[in-house]
């Protein structure tokens, strides 16, 4: 990527874009065509979450967008659960609450803000989700008191499950997993497509490996973190934050 940190997208830039998206991201099946796997990356990071927390009260989505991650995972549950949305774009959030009240009858609430700012009570959630959205973060720090603060806001025994785009630490590596997303690129709309989406990739988007997120996790707390799936420059992983220990358990 060419553009320095600096110099990429700001917040308002981004939810200006996805602004303009909305209907495309609507589509829980095909919204996200420039992700490798993302439909098995769904369905992974919803099932692990099912798998770590069998009793599921309530969940944040951040950058929620319209909402397909937490509806996926309503309709894996099988049973409503209150819901918490934090998404940049007010539209995005608007077609979200829409379309994930049609899944449950728990409370949702939805939340226009940057998730590094916005206020949330600790130990709340059983599960937290983030779905294409952590690869805006620029600086180190940023990524480093946003794990800690997904550490902070999780349940005792609570998950963190995460599908994005990724980096890789070694040049030579990265080259190859870039080229082999740009054959895929192709695949769905040729040399142009393929441009159109590394221009705004570069323009946007700051990802970092898996590595480097997982030892993030680590080091924010999580009890055990796990890899559910790579395929060239996209992932999907998690952790798990481990239960209190009470007296009793000695």
């Known amino acids: 990527m060419s553009i320095p940190l600096n110099k990429k997208s ?97 409370e949702i609430n939805t939340f226009h803000e940057d998730f590094r700012t916005v206020d ?34 999780l349940k005792p025994g609570g998950s963190f499950w995460v599908s994005d785009l990724v980096s890789h630490e070694n040049s030579n590596i990265q080259t190859l997993m870039w080229n082999r997303y740009g054959n895929y690129l192709k695949t769905k709309g040729g040399d142009d497509y393929m441009e159109k989406v590394f221009k705004y990739i570069d323009q946007e988007d700051s990802p970092r490996s898996v590595v480097f997120q997982l030892d993030l996790m680590r080091d924010s707390g999580f009890e055990t973190v796990d890899v559910l799936h790579k395929n060239s420059c996209f992932s999907a992983f998690g952790g798990i934050k481990g239960k209190k220990i009470s007296v009793t358990d000695y």
């Open 120 to 153: 949330l009570n600790e130990e709340s959630y059983d599960v937290i989700l983030a779905a294409a959205v952590l690869h805006h973060l620029r600086e180190y720090e940023d990524w480093k008191e946003v794990f800690a603060k997904i550490y902070r806001l």
């Open 10 to 106: 700001t917040t308002s830039d981004i939810e200006k874009r996805f602004d303009k998206d909305v209907e495309r991201f609507s589509n829980i099946d095909t919204g996200q065509v420039t992700t490798i796997d993302a439909s098995l990356s769904m369905e992974l990071i919803t099932e692990a979450a099912i798998s770590a927390n069998p009793v599921i009260l309530k969940v944040l989505d951040i950058g929620c967008g319209a909402g397909n991650n937490t509806i996926k995972l309503l309709r894996k549950y099988g049973t409503g659960f209150d819901c918490d949305l934090v998404d940049l774009s007010m539209h995005m959030l608007e077609r979200a609450k829409e379309r994930v009240s049609q899944e449950t009858q728990g």
